[in-house]
């Protein structure tokens, strides 16, 4: 995270100094940035293993991507067509989030989803209680969702 954060730092800073406040300029400080973090990872061990994080980021958005297309074709096809195919109902979804910070990202992006909201987290920080849309087979929404998790810790930690 802290990587991240320096990457963005620099970018703003490659904006303001170029003088150019373009989206593709920003992308290039963005890019230039972090090929500056990325050789300095072996010299600052807050940076170390950032490099890594750009493909794990570029797979999570393709996912999230193709997770978000689906979700909205099968919302959307319930609401067009007269009989209506949902089930909604609550579950509750462990969690192996362990922050405040990392279990608002989880719950955050699972209400992003079309289909599902989150409702609520236990007071012990364990368990995120999800209303969803099409209930129809719990184990398996529970499988996705927690592939959702995986993924968003895999970028955090």
């Known amino acids: 995270m802290i990587g991240f954060s320096w990457n ?33 990872q072996r010299e600052l061990p807050a940076l170390r293993g950032y490099s890594q994080k750009l493909p794990q980021f570029v797979a999570f958005v393709l996912f999230f991507a193709k997770e978000l297309l689906k979700a909205n074709l099968k919302v959307a096809f ?12 609550v579950i509750a979804l462990p969690l192996n989030a362990e922050t405040d910070f990392e279990v608002t990202m989880v719950a955050n992006f699972i209400s992003l989803t079309p289909g599902t909201l989150s409702l609520d ?33 895999e970028l955090m930690r």
């Open 78 to 89: 319930d609401v067009l067509t007269p009989p209506w195919h949902m089930k909604p109902g």
């Open 121 to 153: 987290v236990s007071d012990d920080r364990r368990v995120l209680y999800i209303h969803a849309m099409f209930l129809q087979d719990e184990d398996e929404l529970r499988r996705d969702l927690l592939e959702f998790e995986r993924r968003i810790l």
């Open 8 to 40: 963005v730092v620099l970018a703003l800073v490659w904006v303001i100094l170029s003088g150019s406040f373009s989206g593709p300029n920003l992308l290039l400080g963005f890019v230039l940035s972090y090929g500056a973090l990325a050789l300095l």
